[in-house]
């Protein structure tokens, strides 16, 4: 009898949480199909006479086709060089206990942004990168590379020693086996920091903000010309939240094994 | 499933090096960069003009333009992080005259103009207004070109004042009793929409206070908020909206109190006259062919509204391309451009010629045309107050208005606003 | 050849470090100088005009000021601290009730992945347009329902804490799904043991299995403080870079914006930034080490 009372009172609070996460997000794509007219229209809110109007404004009259490449390329090419640099740190850190090393590169996490855009702007001007996309990853992988640490410490810590040491017995040195060894044996977990660290680089608002010229805007920062001097166009501002949120949630979707590991890497044990 | 693995990695590679590849191409280095300018902006009825023209100019000049199309306060953001930095990434800039000539003129950040805009007898640099011209000049030296002029009047849906039978207002005694009988908040109709955050209210507060008798500091720099005027209009404006007003006014700012009444929401809207394209757009608007213009109400010190300059276009003093920039400027502020502006986008336009053209001038509701020419002998050539640090300034004196909004203690608001303010312009220098 | 690698392998943890050390050394050492070294100064307007040595006169003048600073360490404060326990109380519940495979779990996990993966300007907007106080959804319903509508984010004493509950809307799920990974890592046996003994659901739940996860509640806690202490997007995307008419969203990060991008006083904002960064690693330290001492 308590089981079958617990088990509704899980069935119903499972329902809630899944309606809560869900419905905002439903709106906002149910919306970014309505003109400006019925989104304000109460007798509309379910049943409407969809339109692409937004989707035009936000491709053709707002130019979203180059935002869109231009967050790709920013956030693939961020990822990538996470992955480059963070990965052997992680090992080295999981592996010889390098704290205070580990430590300095996690306060690339924790500084506010809002301290570091003058002064990075002012950097890239004087070496003539402003506006280029060379500033726009750099500035994107800091947020990539904590990421990517954080994870592949936490693969690397749950990985056995065993195979490194077997081959560094086989005549392969320590960097040998970390190459040819480890390297291979982490698919898994690059694949998990790829992942989330592309997500998290794909949503990085400030440095857009600042540091991105023309060229180089990514979609979080270019969606503020919605909300212009002629208003907010509702329609429109939907429209772009569609087009930004769209990729991640369908990479939410397929890969989401790796998004859970990638939030939960390191965090069972100490 | 190693496969699966190792094939989204090469994906990811993949895109990053073929997208490295395409970066070259596509950040144009192969153009002449002597030719290449880049002109920043801030999204508005101005813009799209520029922005449907544009080809002519490229064609004509060979000049590329970058337009850097942004909100207002990301365009302030990246100016304050670009010039800062004296980057040369910046060649044209479209600035706030009133916010910005006197701080950017002051940090060095702009070009001096001066021998430039009389070079040409043809473009004409006398055709602008005085005030205008008044707005982009510091320490007699020209920094920019007015591009759009601007006035406080009052809008309002003549559906609903003729449903209740209201006349239109002409004094503040009568905005407010037609604003209480026309406010309905229960079906969702308001009587009055205005700005009612701090910073965005001060504009068009400012014409309330100077139609009340008040200013924002006597001819000596003195703060006079907190005068019995000032207080008066604080009040005024503050009950105004507070009573009438719509729900959550505290946190309308100017393209919510417009679109309020875009929506039919409000029975009268006062706000800037370069809006009037916009609200009689039927695309945009419900309330398109249904709006009447009115002269701002007279107060005890009559009707005082503003006439101000809210955009002109300068270039940057870090620019490397100066001449691209000037031609691009020249093109952007000539009858040509300001006179389609003026006529297409309801941009109303700097320069005394375009308003007297009726050709031009048809791009307005006659109503309109009337009481813009109206205020040419009374308006005041300033919204906010005339100082350096316009932003931090704007929101000292406009903490009163919040207090008036929010009913509270509107006399110990205005002095202490009134000291901040003073303790501002004693150190300003 | 061979010495090369001896040479490698020797020094190899330095050498598989390094890259990632210098990037950030190179990234972050200039703003930092920068930053520290204008907290100092009167500098405003423009950081190249000329400006004066002040010494700790900004701090001071930040730490005696009643009107913006302090209020904003408050507001951080309570933001950070109220959007945290409802976070951690929600994500623990939720976690607690997923703990056992069920049909239908892959639905749930996706349902709590998609507002994490969001992009925090999005969901901003997103909140906007259905808790507009006119024409929002929210206020629809609770009109058809009869019941009082709030003005949520425009109601000045309601902004902060309607932000609070988008922040837990959108990182509850991270939350939940960490602290689910702990769960699942605890051994049937102890449960089973706890059964044994005939101990209620509650305290078994209490006393016996969430002591076991909490390694991973203290990860999440770490997590979401730093990010919820440095909280700016959605800010500045439903209130602008003032955190509204009265300041009521000004948190520091947004404190440090405003002053340095509305007002141009970077003496000022930078004092900001350092006490701010300074109460930053404080905080995280503390966490760490609470962590440390639990897990050991």
Redesign the interface.
Same mark, same amino acid.
Request: hydrophobic share 55%; glycine share 6%; no cysteine.
């Given at each position: 009898m308590r089981k079958r009372i617990t088990t509704l009172g899980r069935g119903a609070m499972i329902t809630l949480v899944v309606l809560g996460f869900i419905a905002p997000l439903a709106w906002m794509f149910l919306a970014a199909f309505k003109d400006n007219a019925s989104i304000t229209d109460p007798s509309q809110m379910i049943a409407f006479t969809p339109t692409l109007k937004n989707f035009h404004t936000v491709f053709i009259t707002q130019d979203f086709a180059h935002y869109f490449f231009n967050s790709v390329l920013i956030s693939g090419t961020s990822t990538f060089l996470g992955l480059v640099i963070g990965t052997p740190a992680a090992y080295a850190t999981a592996r010889f206990k390098l704290g205070g090393a580990t430590g300095f590169i996690m306060f690339a996490r924790v500084i506010p942004v809002v301290s570091l855009l003058i002064p990075w702007y002012f950097i890239f001007s004087q070496i003539g990168w402003v506006g280029t996309y060379q500033a726009m990853i750099l500035a994107t992988a800091f947020v990539s590379l904590p990421m990517v640490v954080a994870i592949m410490a936490g693969f690397y810590n749950e990985l056995s020693p065993e195979l490194e040491e077997a081959a560094m017995v086989d005549g392969l040195g320590r960097f040998g086996a970390f190459l040819r060894i480890v390297v291979p044996l982490s698919t898994p977990g690059l694949a998990t920091s790829a992942i989330l660290s592309f997500i998290f680089s794909w949503n990085a608002f400030l440095f857009a903000l600042v540091l991105a010229g023309n060229q180089t805007m990514t979609m979080p920062a270019a969606m503020f010309q919605f909300m212009s001097y002629l208003g907010v166009d509702w329609g429109g501002l939907m429209a772009a939240a569609v087009v930004i949120t769209l990729p991640v949630m369908l990479v939410a979707l397929f890969l989401q094994r790796y998004i859970v590991a990638g939030l939960t890497a390191g965090t069972t044990k100490g | 499933m190693r496969r699966k693995l190792s094939s989204i990695l090469t994906l990811v590679v993949a895109t990053t090096v073929l997208a490295g590849c395409t970066t070259e191409a596509l950040s144009g280095k192969s153009d002449d960069a002597s030719q290449r300018i880049s002109v920043s902006l801030a999204e508005g009825v101005h813009t799209n003009q520029i922005r449907a023209m544009l080809p002519e100019f490229e064609t004509a000049t060979g000049i590329k333009v970058d337009l850097n199309v942004l909100g207002l306060d990301q365009l302030s953001t990246q100016y304050q992080v670009k010039l800062n930095t004296q980057s040369s990434d910046l060649d044209v800039i479209y600035f706030r005259p009133l916010q910005e000539t006197r701080l950017f003129a002051d940090n060095g950040w702009l070009a001096d103009l001066t021998t430039k805009v009389s070079e040409d007898a043809e473009w004409n640099w006398e055709d602008f207004t005085p005030s205008s011209i008044a707005a982009a000049t510091a320490e007699s030296k020209v920094y920019g070109v007015p591009v759009m002029t601007e006035r406080e009047i009052i809008f309002y849906n003549k559906e609903i004042l003729a449903d209740k039978g209201i006349d239109v207002p002409t004094t503040m005694d009568e905005l407010k009793a037609a604003a209480e009988a026309l406010h309905d908040p229960q079906n969702n109709q308001f009587g009055i929409s205005m700005r009612g955050t701090a910073n965005s209210a001060v504009p068009p507060f400012s014409g309330f206070l100077y139609s009340f008798g008040g200013d924002w500091m006597d001819e000596n720099r003195n703060a006079t908020i907190d005068t019995p005027e000032a207080i008066a209009a604080f009040d005024y404006y503050g009950s105004l909206l507070r009573n009438y007003g719509p729900r959550g006014v505290a946190s309308v700012d100017g393209a919510q109190a417009r679109s309020i009444f875009m929506n039919g929401q409000a029975a009268i809207f006062i706000g800037e006259d370069s809006a009037a394209g916009l609200i009689e757009d039927p695309a945009e608007s419900q309330v398109a062919g249904k709006v009447g213009y009115a002269e701002f109400p007279s107060g005890p010190h009559g009707s005082l509204p503003w006439d101000i300059t809210p955009w002109a276009v300068g270039v940057s003093a870090f620019s490397t391309k100066t001449e691209a920039a000037w031609t691009y400027v020249k093109w952007a502020t000539s009858p040509e451009v300001l006179n389609a502006s003026m006529k297409d986008s309801t941009s109303p336009s700097p320069r005394q010629s375009s308003w007297e053209n009726p050709e031009i001038t048809e791009g307005f509701n006659p109503e309109l045309v009337t009481i813009i020419r109206s205020y040419a002998d009374r308006a005041v050539g300033y919204d906010r107050p005339l100082v350096i640090e316009v932003g931090m300034v704007r929101d000292i004196v406009g903490a009163p208005i919040i207090t008036a909004i929010n009913a509270g203690d509107v006399v110990a608001a205005a002095a202490k606003a009134n000291k901040d303010f003073q303790d501002y312009l004693d150190t300003e220098s | 050849m061979h010495a090369l *690698?001896?040479w490698?392998?020797r020094r190899?943890?330095?050498?598989?470090?390094a890259?990632?050390?210098l990037?950030?050394?190179v990234?972050?050492a200039?703003?930092?100088v920068?930053?520290a070294n204008l907290s100092l100064t009167d500098a405003?307007?423009?950081?190249?005009?000329p400006s004066s040595f002040v010494g700790f006169e900004n701090f001071w003048n930040l730490l005696t000021d009643t009107h913006r600073f302090w209020p904003a360490v408050g507001r951080t404060a309570f933001f950070t601290v109220a959007a945290i326990t409802i976070e951690m109380i929600l994500g623990i519940?939720?976690a607690l009730?997923?703990r056992k495979a069920?049909r %239908?779990q892959?639905?749930? *996990?996706?349902?709590?992945?998609?507002?994490?993966? $969001?992009?925090?300007?999005?969901v901003g907007?997103?909140?906007m347009?259905?808790l507009e106080?006119?024409?929002g959804?929210a206020n629809?319903i609770l009109r058809n329902l009869g019941l009082p509508e709030p003005?949520w984010?425009?109601?000045?004493s309601l $902004?902060l804490n309607t932000l609070i509950l988008i922040d837990a809307?959108q990182w509850t799920?991270?939350v939940a799904?960490?602290v689910?990974?702990?769960l699942t890592?605890i051994p049937s046996e102890t449960e089973e043991a706890a059964d044994i003994d005939g101990a209620g659901?509650f305290k078994k739940t209490w006393s016996v299995i969430l002591p076991q996860a909490s %390694?991973?509640i203290l $990860?999440?806690l770490l997590i979401r403080s730093?990010d919820a202490f440095?909280t700016?997007?959605i800010l500045?995307a439903t209130k %602008?870079? %003032?955190g509204?008419?009265?300041h009521e969203v000004e948190t520091l990060?947004i404190l $440090?914006?405003s002053l340095?991008?509305?007002?141009?006083?970077?003496g000022r904002a930078?004092a900001v930034?350092v006490l701010?960064?300074t109460l930053?690693?404080c905080v995280?330290t503390s966490i760490v080490l609470m962590?440390?001492a639990?897990?050991?």
């Open positions: - | - | *690698r001896t490698l392998d190899i943890k330095w050498i598989l470090i890259p990632a050390t990037f950030v050394l990234l972050i200039y703003p930092i920068f930053t405003k307007r423009s950081t190249t005009r519940l939720i009730s997923l069920f %239908g892959a639905i749930v *996990r996706v349902a709590m992945l998609l507002p994490l993966v $969001a992009t925090p300007v999005a907007v997103m909140w347009l259905i106080p006119n024409t959804v629809m003005l984010l425009a109601d000045p $902004a809307w799920p991270m799904l960490i689910l990974a702990g890592q659901l %390694g991973s $990860a999440a730093i440095k700016f997007d500045y %602008g870079p %003032g509204g008419s009265n990060n $440090a914006y340095s991008f509305d007002y141009q006083q970077y930078s930034l701010f960064l930053l690693i995280v962590r440390r639990v897990t050991r």
